[in-house]
């Protein structure tokens, strides 16, 4: 069963009153139908008062809205990234103390989860946490996720066996930070040519002397670049550690 | 690598959500207004269709089609709408103007008879129902605005139809 009507659709007539190509109507019928001519000047009057009143009205809320949105979704990927990378320092630590509680820790903890590296080239900056794609003279910033201990050291070596100590720059021992809050290491690093180079970053209860980490890592460098590769853990007596490699490359 | 300084909004979405409502926005407030009949609940379901529309534009379908599909958006929320309403108040079965009408077809012809009871129809019926016998679209624009087959078209009408008919029997 279908209404048996003369009566175009309102589809259609809303079709012809928003000026779209409009199927072909009856046109003796539209000229007469007082419904349709009704209908087709109802659509009409709608439509302008939206043009008219709604839109310039409603148009910075809907916008508003869709930015709004937007927003949220790129400051839940900022948000969401911190909160993704202590889930994971905290995974690393459960593998790192059942290593310390087994015979054989050969496996270490993780560092590009754990850590945000931050790179300048140019007027470029981006996120290089993963730390691959790093040239020569980038300047990189680096952000720490706290772990619960209140002294950190952070130091390098490269494949020349060169170990420096990044924070605290110059220091003897490691620094006091809040436990319980990301640290941004002050200042920038200038990188040099030398390939691989291995950041390990050190949280302890009490101090550690700056001297003893050196020669653990001038010593680890001085293995070559394919041990600097693999190893992920050094015998420092820190109660968490974490590690990152940089692989640099010349453009 | 990602840039960290990758900006979030930029004027060129912010003009293309003015153009986008525009070219729609007058479709939509148009076709809800009809279903709603109420100027405020109009705004706003235009509104709601707008953002629906937008954040599936590139679903949307060449020229031709663009109306159809704006219209089945809209007829979807609205519909929703009043059925929501309804179930906030008691449901308004309009079965004693189908038994005075006698007729099942001719009362169908009623638009304003026909509205009240595809309001009270069930969800999947109602939006057939309403571009057929409120709207007065044959079945192949029913079919070709909510995007089904015909033949589902064909089973949806006839199942409104029964229950029009159960209620004009009393």
């Known amino acids: 069963m279908s209404p048996k009507t003369p009566h175009p659709s309102s589809f259609e007539i809303d079709k012809l009153a928003l000026q779209e190509p409009a199927s072909p109507l009856p046109g003796s019928h539209l000229g007469a139908c007082p419904r349709c001519q009704e209908d087709l000047a109802q659509t009409r009057a709608e439509a302008d008062h939206f043009t008219q009143a709604v839109r310039p009205r409603t148009l910075p809320d809907v916008r508003r809205r869709l930015t709004r949105r937007r927003f949220r979704l790129w400051q839940l990927s900022v948000i969401a990234a911190p909160a993704l990378a202590a889930a994971s320092v905290m995974l690393a630590m459960r593998v790192h103390w059942a290593h310390q509680e087994g015979a054989a820790p050969a496996v270490g903890i993780k560092g590009p989860a754990a850590l945000r590296l931050f790179v300048r080239r140019g007027t470029r900056v981006f996120d290089a946490s993963d730390g691959r794609d790093l040239r020569p003279g980038d300047a990189i910033r680096l952000v720490v996720p706290p772990a619960g201990e209140p002294y950190l050291l952070v130091a390098s070596v490269d494949a020349q066996a060169k170990a420096s100590i990044y924070w605290p720059f110059g220091g003897a021992q490691s620094g006091r930070i809040d436990p319980k809050a990301r640290f941004e290491l002050p200042g920038s690093i200038t990188l040099d040519p030398a390939s691989p180079e291995r950041i390990f970053i050190f949280y302890s209860r009490k101090p550690l002397l700056a001297e003893d980490v050196l020669t653990l890592l001038r010593s680890l460098g001085a293995r070559g670049g394919e041990a600097i590769r693999t190893t992920e853990r050094v015998a420092v007596p820190a109660e968490q550690q974490t590690t990152l490699l940089l692989e640099k490359r010349a453009p | ?170």
Request: proline share 3%; net charge positive.
């Open chain 2, 1 to 170: 690598m990602t840039d960290a300084l990758e900006k979030p909004w930029d004027e060129a979405a912010d003009d293309r959500v003015s153009r986008l409502y525009s070219a729609h926005g007058p479709a939509i407030y148009a076709r809800c207004q009809r279903l709603l009949r109420d100027r405020a609940l109009a705004e706003d379901a235009t509104q709601e269709v707008f953002i629906r529309i937008y954040r599936h534009i590139e679903k949307a379908p060449g020229s031709d089609e663009v109306l159809a599909w704006v219209y089945r958006i809209a007829t979807n929320y609205c519909l929703n709408e009043i059925r929501g309403r309804k179930r906030r108040r008691e449901v308004d079965w309009p079965t004693a103007e189908l038994q005075v009408s006698g007729n099942l077809e001719s009362a169908l012809l009623d638009r304003d008879l026909a509205a009240r009871l595809v309001e009270a129809a069930p969800t999947r019926v109602r939006a057939v129902a309403w571009l057929h016998f409120v709207d007065g679209m044959d079945q192949t624009e029913v079919a070709r605005v909510l995007g089904l087959s015909r033949r589902t078209v064909v089973h949806r009408m006839r199942a409104f139809i029964e229950l029009a008919r159960k209620l004009a029997a009393g």
